[in-house]
C-alpha cells in the first residue's frame, strides 16, 4: 500500500531553522513530482513547495520562496523541505503529497486536487 510518512516536526523558536522529512513507499516515488502544503490553525491548507521527479525544477509559494526549500533524495524514497528563520506564522501541520501525473505542466503544480497521495502531516510549532 501507498504510505506517506512525515517526520520532522516540533516546537522551536521564531529565526530556528528545521527540516522535515517524507519517507515514501508502495509508488514509483522517482516518477512523482511530489509537494508539499500545510493548514496552519483556523485556516484552509495552502501549497508550500513542489519538486519534480528528476529535481531540475522547483516551485514555491512566492511569499515562502527564499525560506523554505524543497528537496528530494529519489535513492531513499524521501522528500525534504528545510525551514530556514521560521516565523510564529509558520505554524501549521505540514503534509507531503504526490502528484497524479508523472510530468506536470506550467501552473499545475499549486493545484491541491491534482495530488493522489498524502501523508498524516507533522505538526510545527513557532514561538514568538
Known amino acids: 500500500q501507498v504510505q506517506l510518512v512525515e517526520s520532522g516536526g516540533g516546537l522551536v523558536q521564531a529565526g530556528a531553522s528545521l527540516r522535515l522529512s517524507c519517507a515514501a513507499s508502495?509508488?514509483?516515488?522517482?516518477?512523482?513530482?511530489m509537494g508539499w502544503f500545510r493548514q496552519a490553525p483556523g485556516k484552509v491548507r495552502e501549497f508550500v513547495a513542489a519538486i519534480s521527479a528528476s529535481r531540475s525544477t522547483t516551485f514555491y509559494t512566492q511569499s515562502l520562496k527564499g525560506r523554505f526549500t524543497i528537496s528530494r533524495d529519489n535513492a531513499k524514497n524521501t522528500v525534504y523541505l528545510q525551514m530556514n528563520s521560521a516565523k510564529p506564522e509558520d505554524t501549521a501541520v505540514y503534509y507531503c503529497?504526490?502528484?497524479?501525473?508523472?510530468?506536470?505542466?506550467?501552473?499545475?503544480?499549486?493545484?491541491?486536487?491534482?495530488?493522489?497521495?498524502w501523508g498524516q502531516g507533522t505538526q510545527v510549532t513557532v514561538s514568538s
Open positions: 508502495g509508488f514509483t516515488f522517482s516518477s512523482r513530482p
Open positions: 503529497a504526490a502528484h497524479s501525473r508523472e510530468f506536470l505542466s506550467p501552473g499545475r503544480w499549486a493545484r491541491e486536487n491534482e495530488y493522489t497521495y
